[in-house]
T-cell receptor
Framework: NAGVTQTPKFQVLKTGQSMTLQCAQD?????MSWYRQDPGMGLRLIHY???????DQGEVPNGYNVSRSTTEDFPLRLLSAAPSQTSVYFC????????????FGQGTRLTVV | AQKVTQAQTEISVVEKEDVTLDCVYE???????LFWYKQPPSGELVFLIR??????QNEISGRYSWNFQKSTSSFNFTITASQVVDSAVYFC???????????FGTGTRLQVFP
């Protein structure tokens, strides 16, 4: 099992560029989430989804869009990157139905210059 | 509001010392889950333990042990006889029942010197 797969691992963007961080899971989990990790702030929830077609905002949603067209995939879009979005991004999946812990991807280190 | 506080930003110990990482949480929910994750220098998040609010029994797993006390809203993590490989950032997290949303503490960086 691959678990949660995030791509890319590293990315450098120029201010104003757009990009999509990919996240896929193969565990049939209904919940998927995106977190960002910044020094001294732990991980903060950006957006989450409780199932295909359903998304909602987390603590720090501004500047990010998500969609969930399938159970497996949950991409995170930056429409116009800003230096404040320099961070490490983690995708996670879990199943509240069978009460699992959150499984995290390997992370994407994004730098916006 | 839910909140997790890890007051210890950084801890340094010498190998074989015991070390306790503190975690204090706030929630109005009666049913919730608490977690500890380890983030080694390679950057991934490694799940260590989950504890639900109904189960205050302490847990031991090898050199790791966890002390959950609802009366003080604490879920502390102790490493016995620390090793260099324990060097990492450790996160405590809180999750309400029937949701996926995790509230993380700011983490404690543990450095174990040989």
């Amino acid at each position: 099992n691959a678990g949660v797969t995030q791509t890319p691992k590293f990315q450098v963007l120029k201010t104003g560029q757009s990009m999509t961080l990919q996240c896929a899971q193969d565990m049939n989990h209904e919940y998927m989430s995106w977190y960002r990790q910044d020094p001294g702030m732990g991980l903060r929830l950006i957006h989450y989804s409780v199932g295909a077609g359903i998304t909602d905002q987390g603590e720090v949603p501004n500047g990010y869009n998500v969609s969930r067209s399938t159970t497996e995939d949950f991409p995170l879009r930056l429409l116009s990157a800003a230096p404040s979005q320099t961070s490490v991004y983690f995708c996670a999946s879990s199943s509240v139905r069978v009460n699992t812990e959150a499984f995290f991807g390997q992370g994407t280190r994004l730098t916006v210059v | 509001a839910q909140k997790v506080t890890q007051a210890q930003t950084e801890i340094s110990v010498v190998e074989k010392e015991d070390v306790t990482l503190d975690c204090v949480y706030e929630t109005r929910d009666t049913t919730y889950y608490l977690f500890w994750y380890k983030q080694p220098p390679s950057g991934e998040l490694v799940f260590l333990i989950r504890r639900n609010s109904f189960d205050e029994q302490n847990e031991i797993s090898g050199r790791y042990s966890w002390n959950f006390q609802k009366s003080t809203s604490s879920f502390n993590f102790t490493i016995t006889a620390s090793q260099v490989v324990d060097s990492a950032v450790y996160f405590c997290a809180l999750r309400a029942y029937n949701t996926d949303k995790l509230i993380f503490g700011t983490g404690t960086r543990l450095q174990v010197f040989p």
